[in-house]
Every structure is written in structure tokens, then in C-alpha cells.
């Protein structure tokens, strides 16, 4: 059984930076694509970005350019760096399989506000 524990959101001012860990139980080494996701007040979650197990990435048009996601498998750890924050990116963040297929984390909050 996988599960997840994301941490390193906080409160930052517009065009600052935070980097997000997302530390799994159980080895992720196995599950070939992992992504951050996020959920804003009264709106739906939504992918963010994702890596596949050969290093290759994908990211939501919204995050091209600021953010960068990486994963160490031997700490079984996934990581979100985000630069450039705007008051939009304001959201739980919660990381899970590219596919959702894990239970959900508590997720960490990020807000973004001057």
C-alpha cells in the first residue's frame, strides 16, 4: 500500500519560489509516472505536472516555464520546485501516480499573496 505525505507549502509573495516534497510509504520505484495535482478553493483538483520513470516530464500549460518536477526513487521521494508564483498557483497540492490511482495525501497548501 502507497501512500503519500506532501510538504513544503507555505505563504509566499507573488514571483517567490517554494519547492514541494512529496515523500511516498512503500516504493514508488514501480509506479512508471508520478504527478503533482491541485486543488483551489470550490474548483476541482487538476494535474500540474508529471515524470515518467525515464526522467521525461510533462506540465499544465499554466506551469510551462516556472516549474519543474523531479523525483528521487532511491529516497522514494517526488518534488515540485516553483518559481515565479502567482496569486493563480494559490491551491493544495497533493502528488499521486499520473493517473490518481493511489489514496490521497492531506496535501500541503500553497498560498500565494502580497
Known amino acids: 500500500q502507497v501512500q503519500f505525505v506532501e510538504s513544503g507549502g507555505g505563504l509566499v509573495q507573488p514571483g517567490g519560489s517554494l519547492r514541494l516534497s512529496c515523500a511516498a510509504t512503500g516504493s514508488i520505484f514501480s509506479i512508471s509516472s508520478m504527478g503533482w495535482f491541485r486543488q483551489a478553493p470550490g474548483k476541482q483538483r487538476n494535474f500540474v505536472a508529471a515524470?515518467?520513470?525515464?526522467?521525461?516530464?510533462d506540465y499544465a500549460d499554466s506551469v510551462k516555464g516556472r516549474f519543474t518536477v523531479s523525483r528521487d526513487s532511491a529516497k522514494n521521494t517526488l518534488y515540485l520546485q516553483m518559481n515565479s508564483l502567482k496569486p493563480e498557483d494559490t491551491a493544495i497540492y497533493y502528488c499521486n501516480s499520473r493517473l490518481g490511482s493511489y489514496k490521497w495525501g492531506q496535501g500541503t497548501q500553497v498560498t500565494v499573496s502580497s
Open positions: 515524470i515518467l520513470s525515464g526522467g521525461s516530464t
